[in-house]
Each structure stands twice: as structure tokens, then as C-alpha cells.
């Protein structure tokens, strides 16, 4: 999800189109705070393994 934001801010940025820029922010935000919740021992989508 943060590849993907990263992705769609670059898109935005070079083409100029505000709606990609504005997805990118909030996908990359919320990939940044499951990611954090992942590493910090919670469960994330109802699993403690990603396994």
C-alpha cells in the first residue's frame, strides 16, 4: 500500500493531476500507520502472523 501511494504521488506530481496526488497521501499514510502497527506487536486485519 505504501508502494502504491509512492507510486500515485509520482503520477500525480509529474502529470499534475491533484486527485492522484491526494489518493497517494492517504494510501501512503495509511500503509505507514498499519505498517507501525505491524512491527509493534498488534494485530493487523484480525492476524498476529503474517503467515
Do not use: P, Q
Not at 500515485?8 to 498499519?34: C, E, K, P, R
Amino acid at each position: 500500500m505504501i508502494l502504491l501511494g509512492v507510486i500515485l504521488l509520482i503520477i500525480g506530481f509529474v502529470t499534475g493531476i491533484s486527485i492522484l496526488w491526494t489518493i497517494g497521501v492517504v494510501l501512503a499514510v495509511i500503509g505507514l500507520v498499519l505498517w507501525l502497527a505491524g512491527t509493534l506487536g498488534h494485530a493487523v486485519g484480525g492476524r498476529r502472523h503474517y503467515y
